[in-house]
């Protein structure tokens, strides 16, 4: 049952990201990290939040939420009010913010949703790398739209989650993994390779400085490997 | 602009539907009728709702929500909450339970969720469409499982949409149909051929008798052709 | 216990009305048919919704309640907001505004509450033909009070439920009826004769053509007789 | 416009009563006074809440809410759940628990309805007079179901308000006297002629021992002759 | 365990009344009164409610809600917005305002929040005594930084408790005395010695005209010795 | 107005902690750091959340909220259920059970609420460290009660901000120091030295590795101080 006998501790699952999966938004991606699949969709409105009106700034944001159908437990759809959907959409408007200039979007407002479609571990750092994507896009459609001058990002943004298991450190934790972690940590990087969220929690055991470590080595392995497949969509 | 130059009145848009979408229920269905996409998954719980406790009945609900990005108007999450969301949900439960025998499921309740991935018209047919089929493999998987002696289906379930544009009964109407059209129908039958809903609303002018009369034939068309593929699926 | 011995299959039950029920509201109708009681009052207000400010248009929408002691079960005051009434507000508005001018009103909102004051079948469509006469009576005051120029109103709009029990077609079902039905129908019709909404369920055994064509005859017998009811009282 | 060219200020409004207005609850009460109408529906259910379960006490509380129709301008339906109203729901469910025994009722719970049908001042007092009617007509079913050994009713409870307007004590408001009100003060006393609540509060000008005195008095006056009315009514 | 051991029936808890308690807003008062404690605390917002813009008049308003550690019994934190709460809220508000000249502040509103940190009887009376104190401050910080021309405080506003145990006349009451009382009366008056509130509540027996004077006597006997706190505390 | 004129960048502002703040639950603790205050306190019931029923475990949770009158501008009541507070809630609530032996509680759950009476940053962090002494001293009142045979607490739990503000690492952030500081960190570890929950978030620029091990030195530096006091505390 153990990990290792399937993929080593520091390799990445398979993923795979369509660009364009529908039709109705300026940015839709989907991503695949193994089994777990993340639809991320973002749409463009011509106003902002009440607290930005006049300030000539934009604003990004982001959703997150399971579907109702991506566990083998039903997700009750109230669920993306709750405080742990609450928590990962606040996460991944951060980490999208993080690599924007508000102030070059103009009053413009980009939501990116980020459903869930099958959950299968790491869908946080999954939506954070299709969310990018799409708000990417969608910045790109804009520009046709001659509602921006140039396009306001900054940087790529990449995510990863790595964590302890009985005792040793892995990259991209499937649900398995998940289940059985003692440390759990979710991190986001820059293209640039800066750090733009560490989140580390005991779920179980506390750890070690030299563990938080050995952890950072592995994400900035995970998340080069994603990152070229973001630069090269992105390169089209 | 007008439809007819595109497809006859009483063609239907193509129709593809992949069984076993997701892996997480055991019902997963995708259906694509034109551009308008719905995700039907079908979860099995070992209980049921209060009211039908020790009466060794079963039971089967349905819940149906728009992504935000379906639309090129972003949809609220909440919105699955409001009358148009609840009246589909409730339309989509009814016509499901109308060719289930709830008695020979024992105490066990399937939720069949219909998230519309892209709205192009016609969502709430193309729902039960693909509702009855993770009915239908949900049932099967519980055979197996044998939480039941036999499947509780007793018939196969079809809908589509007709309506009334520019004075000219149409089948299957995409979003621009629906839009321009004076009278909006859903019909929903079975495979023998008996009616289990008729909804006509009148968005304009009121229309008569003979009206109704045609839009049944046509909506007569669309369910033959639907429920072809309907019980090839399930054919294997 | 069967009905045929009370009431003969294409029977009404007993239609009464009263308008200026009460005096605070300009349209104010308490309809009576049979056991069942419906209040409805039609509130005028100087604004539109948001999405139809500077269109030059009004508005008329509808509000439905059961009254908590309206029952034998009590009836929770939030069930208004449930599924259920919702789905008959919305066929309630509809209804009405299938024969009212918008643009004629100018910017002026009328909203209809039909709160159920004894439930025994047939709430919804009563509903139907008491606020069309309490929005009658609302447009006939602003009229007075110059707040438009002429009314609004395009025809009458009536409506009645038949059902089918034990197999046969029945009009006007009360309670023991419905609840005895396995189908059951809800028609409205305009002035002229011709369809407004058609919504047929089969809440148990589907249904052929042939048994929807007598269940339109039979709601068109009874629509006749309440119809004569709302022009005398119309026309004072 | 004054008020004491129509009306003494130690006059109340014509009252009038209808018990068994509806037929659905055992207890159902409509009481005028003047053009207030309140409409009180009584309901028996056969459990109490969960802190009196295993108590061997019964309960008994209210629901007070204004109907949309009730004022000249528009009730918002989720208005009963207002400061206004729940605080009004609590003192009619104080007021009839003053006066019945909850032991004698077993673990039984009546709900006492107040809606109020036309608002025009003194709708609270109105709703105490009509509930507890409500209130004793349900126990009188509930004894004849063998569901009680005795009445738990122990005396009578009537409500009157009263008020100083320009300086003057007044019984019984109506919305115009309300409205000019420096004073409003809620009287509910037992047919023995005991205080069960007081509740005046300065709206304007606070006010003195003495007038608080003389609107007792005037509360007292009102009182007994709403209470003959009670009387008369429970005498059959 | 009589109350009359420890304490005389006309004599009050220990008061001890701490100004500028935090400094985040401009009235800041912590009340102790025995063993209960509040907390209010005034903000002062440049914008009134919408129904009062343009009117030049400001407002005063007032939250009451228990901390969820102030019993011994954990209060969840949705109860503020229970029946209670509001009512208490309403109570603290209107008192307020029965000494403000809402026209002399301008369009400002003041909001009082009362947080009750320890319950032990009587706390909607201590707060609105240190309400009525971070009130005050909150207006002279106002005329400080020229927000009004003069301090719009017409009087001083004063409250306590008072009931009746086993048939004696207590002030004000713990909740050792308020669990037992037959009758539980709250009494706010000014500082000119008028009533503002007056709400006595027959919880078990009712009452007579000559108990409700002997409570009103010994409320003027407490709110006598709070006020004389209250007065040394504003003259400084 | 810069930091480093007041306080060095590895200096805590002053903090000062009262145990027994209040009386009605067993623990119930003041912290002070700085103008940052919190009150905590910890409730025990005899009963664990439904998921644990018949697991023989107990549960250990927390709630955050800032009082309305905690900052200079009025937080609203129902914000605890925003984003933010959840967040926070599940931060403390993970915090606390990492080193509480839950399976050694019984059935019994602990709420520690954190309520913050005053904010001037780092008030999720002040939450951790009163609420890990409000949950010692609800166990150890446990323990006196004989509801568990022995303390479930395992270790000390204590937590700091840190921050770069100017390019500056900085310990302890006050709200201005929060306000320009372009990474946020918060540091929770156990009394062994070992790492609970990391979390560093880039509000502006992203940061390197050396600055995150930068931070997580001076987390140390403060959490050793802090920790001193619990230490003591918990001695008596």
């Keep these: 049952m153990s990990r290792r006998r399937e993929r080593a501790a520091d390799a990445m ?18 991503i695949e990290m193994g089994r777990t699949i993340v639809l991320a969709t973002a749409s463009v409105e011509d106003r902002v939040p009440k607290w930005l009106q006049r300030t000539g700034s934009g604003w990004v944001t982001a ?9 083998d437990r039903r997700i009750r759809r109230d669920q993306y009010k709750g405080g742990r959907s609450k928590e990962i959409s606040r996460l991944i408007g951060r980490s999208l913010r993080s690599v924007v200039n508000l102030r070059a979007m103009g009053e413009v407002m980009v939501t990116v949703d980020c459903d869930v479609v099958q959950a299968d571990g790491g869908t946080r750092t999954a939506a954070v790398n299709a969310a990018w994507l799409a708000l990417h896009d969608a910045f790109a459609w804009a520009l046709e739209e001659n509602m921006m001058a140039a396009s306001p990002v900054l940087d790529r943004v990449t995510a990863v989650s790595v964590g302890i298991v009985d005792g040793e450190c892995l990259l991209d934790l499937d649900y398995r993994d998940d289940v059985a972690a003692s440390v759990d940590m979710n991190v986001v990087m820059t293209g640039r390779g800066l750090l733009v969220e560490v989140q580390a929690t005991a779920e179980g055991l506390p750890f070690s400085r030299e563990e938080l470590d050995r952890l950072l080595d592995l994400a900035g392995i995970g998340i080069e490997q994603i990152g070229v497949l973001q630069d090269e969509l992105v390169a089209g």
Excluded: D, F, N
């Excluded at 699952?13 to 839709?28: A, D, K, N």
């Excluded at 959703?63 to 566990?71: D, L, N, Q, T």
């Design 13 to 30: 699952r398979p993923v795979r990201i369509i660009q364009g999966y529908t039709e109705m938004t300026p940015g839709s991606v989907l």
């Design 63 to 71: 959703e997150y939420a399971m579907m109702p159908g991506s566990s």
